[in-house]
């Protein structure tokens, strides 16, 4: 085979966190702040973000659920009543003691110390005490539930080791929390936000993922299930990418979510919380991502078409121009995926190839460049960012589809890439999911020291608790490896549990995580 | 005229402020959070600011303007920059000092002295600043401008009074800031932008705006050009409903947005910024309300048309929601201001008369009910907002279409109403603005004590400076006047001055404010 000479200046064999690194800057996704922990979205990135944003949203809208916006100042009491449960409770949060700022005596910049507040305020770390307290409010009657609330927002986790979009100290979500008159339909509610998850991921995002719930220790504090889905990255390792939880009566609880029933006494409110983040960005480079940089899925490319004319500062320039407007009108006339094609006509100054490899780099799905010969042959030269290469000379692999036919073809190349990327993604997934394992030991050997990306075990327990999963997750710890969740859809245990040697009652996939 | 039972606590007439606060609370607009200074956005409320926010949005993105995310935390220094410009700096700002909770000796959190911040963060007023550094880095070359970028965020200003939707200390809204080659190239910029927001008011929000430069002592500060949006509420005092300034060469020399230009030699950038936030949603309200509670212009209504079925807990309720959805589906088929209609099925439980005026303080554009009698005469029951009182019997004004019929005549109900508001609106302006003035003393009079909603002046004046301007501010203030801006489209100055008796060079509006 021949030799290519990749975009990235660092191959996702050789160093999977440094590629990762190199991604996010020579994609031009994001940048480190300056800011302890902070990241700035940068446009095509920010970009991606939206269309996510803007995809879930309508799941959301189309559930019923209502969008609200709850301060982003949480005050110090509500975590309080968290405080009384938790030993030794310290939280990284940021936190807001002083409402003004003053010149010192040396002129610098100081907090003034006559404007400290009495209660100081924490920012928002999750909106659950906050929003708990409005539910409590507007919640008198059955006739109030179910409740169903919805919140996009930032949010403010004091990170250490920080690492972008996967994790930083400020970062966006949404945050749904609903309310309901009963247990059942809590929980319908909890797996339906799961299953829109699933959905998002799987057909916008292009990430396959296994939906199921989480055993008891990975839990969320106070929930009775948390659900996920769970997506593998390109170095078999798990991301948790969106929970679901029903919280049962704990949180309504706390904050005196009571309701008069239809047979007029008091109850108490079955809520859930569930959440989806920017996180998923690091997803969908760790999951499509290759040695030429970003593959963005066309559901969620911000520009799914870029149109590049190569531009020379000469007079015939305005006619390559007028080519390559009319392409774009023909382009954008059409719709794939149920939306208008997004195209660019990219009139930057700049070399036509530079700019060729920078849209290769940010995984724009389709790149038509157009020069003064494809013009005379009526004709653009078409790249398709998930077929870059022609493997018998090394060379980009441009086809020459006729300009008449051009916006057909870009049509039908987006609707097949969304589910190319897709199915690439599962069946590497699914050659890296072992599921014949029976013995410990197997999974000591898979998981040695030199073992390169084994990906994930699917096996058969005894759902032990207490002490006896304790010693279980002890034995995971020492090999990195965590419970991932309950696949849903696994088939029904028929063995013994690999940890206890009891009888099993579910599967349950093991992995190491994000 | 008969008596008419309006749907509203309070009348506009009898207290605007308390009215104003009424149709928050009794249209479930908003709610004071507990949390000071901030409020909770309910469903209603935040779904106006929603519809706003993604028309603005395509606005900004038809301009070629990029979208980005920066950090919600701007390091202390940062604002050194600023206070060293500004004799006796003190700022209202919300500073975080700590990263950490932990419990103090009688139980209760405190922030952990060890994790004291080395230096404070505020929590961002604007994002001027950091905005200002990342376009540092991004900017190198002549070929990196212009510079667009865009981003929808929270912002803190630590208000001592605050009024919902006006004046809070947490709020939304977008910032755009744009770095260019040339002043001509900014200034293009900034008046795009106010023309922009010109756009959105008058076309999607249904308030008439007067567009116009704002004079010297109401520039934004180190602006070399503000320019507003004003608008006049129904008590006739101005509300500046959006900002746009070039800001010359100043923040480009503060933050070092410096490039390379075509001949080689190094420049320092013009730059521009502008913004428009939920203080819009106060605006609606003000312009549109009237003593039955809020009126929401279609295009930025998040439910156009709200169907009621009267609902009586009988074997019956089958048919009639079958009758309603298929009216609904009927509606929602149509397209209305380029959009699909946006039709609820209003299914909660509830009496429909009760529901009914719920939804007219709400605002709904046009409230359908259906009982068994319209079910039986194939027609339905239609309340159109803005035409809510048969004045001859003092009810509610009901139209019957048949059921055939109604689609399309919700599509034309729709289109009109966006233009009446409109035009209902301009007309109360356009009354309540006295341009033959020509003498001091007339302002006096207008606006003395006991002097009803006088609304606005346009006078002609010299554009004094300094002190002399300072003069003119101070009689101004005296009756709690203030300038507003130049009107871009006001037929030019042809006579003296009002305030110096000089040549007048230009008319400018003066008026109460918010
Ligand atoms: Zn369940
Ligand atoms: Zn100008």
């Given at each position: 085979m021949v030799q290519i000479r990749h975009a990235l200046s660092v191959k996702r064999a050789d160093n999977f966190a440094e590629w990762y690194q190199a991604v996010i800057a020579e994609a031009d996704l994001a940048e480190e702040s300056?800011?302890?922990?902070c990241m700035v979205m940068k446009p095509w990135g920010y970009g991606i973000w939206e269309r996510i944003q803007r995809l879930m949203d309508a799941r959301i809208k189309a559930a019923g659920v209502d969008n609200c916006y709850f301060p982003i100042f949480i005050p110090l009491s509500n975590f309080e009543r968290e405080a009384e449960h938790v030993e030794g409770f310290a939280k990284e949060m940021a936190v807001v003691t002083h409402h003004r700022l003053i010149a010192g005596e040396d002129g610098k910049l100081v907090?003034?110390?006559?404007?400290?507040?009495?209660e100081p305020l924490v920012?928002?770390?999750?909106?659950e005490t906050i929003i708990g307290d409005a539910m409590a409010r507007w919640v008198q009657s059955w006739r109030d539930l179910p409740l169903l609330t919805n919140q996009w927002a930032n949010v403010v986790r004091w990170e250490m080791r920080t690492r972008m979009f996967l994790r930083t100290s400020e970062f966006l979500w949404q945050e749904g929390h609903t309310a309901h008159e009963t247990r059942e339909d809590a929980l319908t509610e909890t797996h339906r936000a799961i299953e829109m998850y699933r959905a998002c991921a799987e057909d916008e995002l292009a990430i396959p993922v296994i939906v199921g719930e989480k055993p008891e220790n990975e839990r969320f504090p106070g929930a009775v299930e948390t659900w996920s889905i769970e997506a593998m990255m390109q170095d078999g390792k798990a991301l948790q990418a969106g929970t679901s939880h029903y919280l049962g009566t704990n949180f309504a609880e706390a904050s005196g979510i009571r309701f008069q029933d239809r047979e007029g006494s008091q109850q108490l409110a079955h809520t859930t919380s569930w959440g989806f983040s920017t996180r998923m960005v690091g997803g969908v480079i760790m999951t499509h991502g290759d040695d030429d940089g970003l593959r963005v899925p066309p559901a969620i490319a911000p520009h799914q078409v870029v149109i590049l004319p190569m531009l020379r500062?000469?007079?015939e320039d305005a006619a390559l121009l007028a080519y390559c407007e009319e392409l774009r009108d023909a382009i954008a006339g059409k719709d794939v995926l149920r939306e208008p094609v997004r195209v660019l006509l990219d009139r930057k100054p700049g070399k036509a190839a530079a700019k060729r490899w920078d849209w290769v780099r940010k995984g724009a799905p389709v790149i038509i460049e157009v020069g003064g010969r494809d013009m005379e042959n009526d004709v653009v030269s078409l790249l398709r960012r998930d077929d870059l290469w022609n493997m018998e000379n090394g060379k980009p692999n441009f086809s020459t589809p006729s300009r008449t036919e051009t916006a057909d073809r870009v049509v039908a190349i987006l609707q097949d890439m969304q589910t190319a990327l897709f199915v690439e993604a599962r069946d590497r997934r699914e050659r890296n999911v072992?599921?014949?394992?029976?013995?410990f030991s197997q999974i000591e050997a898979l998981y040695a020291e030199g073992a390169s990306a084994p990906g994930w075990v699917e096996v058969q327990w005894s759902r032990p608790t207490g002490e006896e999963l304790e010693a279980v997750i002890e034995r995971l710890k020492a090999l990195k490896l965590t419970f991932r969740n309950v696949p849903v859809d696994a088939p029904p245990a028929d063995g013994k549990c690999i940890?206890?040697?009891?009888?099993?009652?579910e599967r349950i996939i093991v992995g190491r995580a994000y």
């Open positions: 300056g800011v302890r922990g907090p003034d110390p006559e404007a400290k507040l009495e920012v928002r770390p999750t909106s500062d000469k007079p072992t599921r014949d394992v029976n013995e940890f206890t040697g009891k009888p099993a009652v």
